[in-house]
């Protein structure tokens, strides 16, 4: 039996104890739901999740499809999915927001599943990198990555370049297993071994011990994968304190050499390679925009994968309220967003009609200096990557 939002979300009011209240005409405003960590260690991402959103509002001339946009902003605070389920429910049923976005991890996106698919709430996932995320509701999108679509074409990469033995350090949580996973598959499928697969608990500071077993186990590189913050100034500082480098043992990875972070990596981040799908230092007219309109709204902030999926994630809601002409309406905008293909600050992208996830250039980047900044400088593309981690589940 299917049930309308109207009916669902008085079903929420009752469970919350509160009154129902009469139907209200559409309003002109579009109300928009960000949902993201704005305090503590990971406080960064919901600060640029706001950057990203907010400026691409500003570079449409302040209203999309001609609608006024309300921001709603909600703080989880780190991985809480107790928290987010909350904070979603009050936003579907207190705020009622036409359209949500946000979520750095895992945990909090599949915590409210269920949720986006009582509401019928179209919602963009501005981080969480899970490929199995967009199977849980069918109102899920994806403007960031999955781990699978990054890490497939740096395995073949690496196998190329006449590495035989890899260690593979990840931190233990969703995205973390589906790096290990993506990596010791396919770069076994090229002839490779991953000789040691270590997981890293996500609280851990103390990256010693892991950065000696890998110095240990023989391997000629380490892949990792760590939520981005503390946990990767902390890493690489103990790959370079270990001395890795000077062993032979390369640095291979995703986002671990991000832009928010990279200047306080210092020299020491020279040569670090990864495989991503945004850098700042892309070459292309719609990057030149994107950093400029973040620029715009504060000279600050920085152009990296999480002001750049909150960007695209508001061109894809854009688009949906223009199907819509701004009225609630979640399958009309599901139908709109599928298949969507557009040029993003990162290349050319498209929203892939079947997993709802985004298909998109991955680039070889090495960090090196201009300057006196550092840069992930796009070496080599790998062309168009889409999400190989649901076929690998099957």
Known sequence: MSFSRRAITSALFAACGLAVLPAQAQAQSIKVGIVGPFSGPFAHYGALFK??????????????AGKEVEFIYRDTGGPNPG??????QELIVKD???YLGGFVFTPNALAVAPLIQQSQTPTVIFNAATSSITEKSEYFLRTSYTLWQVTVPLAQWAAKQNLKKVVTAVT???????AEAAFKA??????????????????????GPFVQRIKASGAQAVYTFLPGGPPNLGFVKAYNENGLAKAGVQFLGTAETDEFDLQKFGDGAIGLTTAFHYSGAHESPANKQFVEALKK????VVANYASVGAWDGMHVIHKMIEATGGKRDGAKALAAARGLQWESPRGPVRID??????????YLRKVEKQGMQLVNKEVQSFGPQPDFGLDAAK
């Not at 950057?51 to 999309?64: D, I």
Request: charged fraction near 25%; proline fraction near 5%; aromatic fraction near 6%.
């Open 96 to 98: 009622k927001v036409d």
């Open 83 to 88: 928290q987010t389920r909350a904070l979603v």
């Open 186 to 207: 396919e770069f076994g499928k090229q002839g490779g071994t991953v000789v040691e697969t270590i997981r890293m608990p996500i609280a851990t500071t103390d990256f």
């Open 297 to 300: 709204r504060d000279a600050n």
């Open 353 to 362: 009609p079947k997993t709802r996830h985004i298909t998109q250039n991955v």
């Open 172 to 178: 233990d949580y969703g995205p973390g297993l589906d």
């Open 51 to 64: 950057s990203g959103a907010e400026a691409y509002v500003a570079s449409q001339g302040g209203k999309l």
